[in-house]
C-alpha cells in the first residue's frame, strides 16, 4: 500500500502533504528531523492519510491537494475524514 497523507505543525501553524509506502517510518522520519522541509515544525501530528494500490496514485492525490493551494481544501479533507 502507498499513502498520501497531511501532517500538521502547532508551532508553525502549517500543514505538510506528501506521500509514501511505509506511513509510519515517513512519520517518525518527519519527527525526528531526517526531512529538511519538516525539521523545524516539530512536533507534526498526523490529520489525514488515504491509502492507494500504487505509489502513482498516491503522488497524483498528493500533487491534486498541493495544486489546489487551499487551506481551506486541505481542512474541508480533514474534516469529512471525520
Request: hydrophobic residues 30%; glycine residues 6%.
Amino acid at each position: 500500500m502507498y499513502y498520501t497523507y497531511i501532517l500538521y505543525s502547532g508551532s508553525l501553524d502549517r500543514y505538510y502533504i506528501g506521500s509514501c509506502e511505509n506511513l509510519e517510518k515517513r512519520l517518525h522520519d518527519h519527527q525526528v528531523g531526517h526531512s529538511n522541509y519538516t525539521k523545524h515544525g516539530k512536533p507534526w501530528v498526523l490529520k489525514w492519510s488515504r491509502p492507494f494500490e500504487t505509489r502513482q496514485q498516491a503522488v497524483a492525490e498528493e500533487y491534486r491537494i498541493k495544486a489546489k493551494k487551499s487551506r481551506k481544501y486541505i481542512e474541508y479533507l480533514i474534516a469529512s475524514a471525520g
